[in-house]
């Protein structure tokens, strides 16, 4: 909300009362509001972009919902839950998932919260041709891969393993910037603030799949 529009809410919360459009006095109204943000409405108030005195009111009781990499445990849950949900959707046989592939959904960073999660066992649900899916359909960077490959370079001189380690950290960025990004490489060399072509030219180097 604009400020102006924060001010009105301000004004309906306190007063109990509302101005309708046309209308030629004020209205009694008797709500309860539930508000809900992503946002860090303190840091907005501390900016000026927020009204402290709005959101003091509508802090009543605050319950405030951890992100998704905080709270694993849910992860099989809501995997099962969006598996049923758009195999009804599609008409399509229930899936089940290999272990292999929970594991790698339980150590994603999850940036995108529980949204991106249900749009990742959505799109693996399309790629799926038999009757589990597995981490090709997820199309996700594990956690473990990184360990793998750390383990990979251990043995070398000073130099090898600098190298390694190096292509090992950035092919895991490039692929997680690809996969924010939906494969729009020209937006990913942005995030990533490397031209383009020496974008296209890591992608072919490290083997990455677009």
Known sequence: MDMALQSKMLRTIQ???IDRVGGTGSVKIDIRIIA???RDLEAAVAA???REDLYYRLSVFPVTIPPLRERRDDIPVLVEHFISKYAAEMNIPHKKISPEAMDILKKYSWKGNVRELENVIERALILCEGDTITKKELRLISAASSEEAAGD???GTL??????ALKAAETRRI????EETHGNKTK???ILKVSYKTLLTKIKDYEIES
């Open 15 to 17: 007063e109990g009362e």
């Open 48 to 50: 000026n972009t927020f």
């Open 36 to 38: 809900a943000s992503n």
């Open 159 to 164: 130099d090898e393993v600098a190298k390694a």
């Open 153 to 155: 370079i251990s043995g």
């Open 188 to 190: 990913a060399a942005e």
């Open 175 to 178: 692929k997680e910037v690809l």
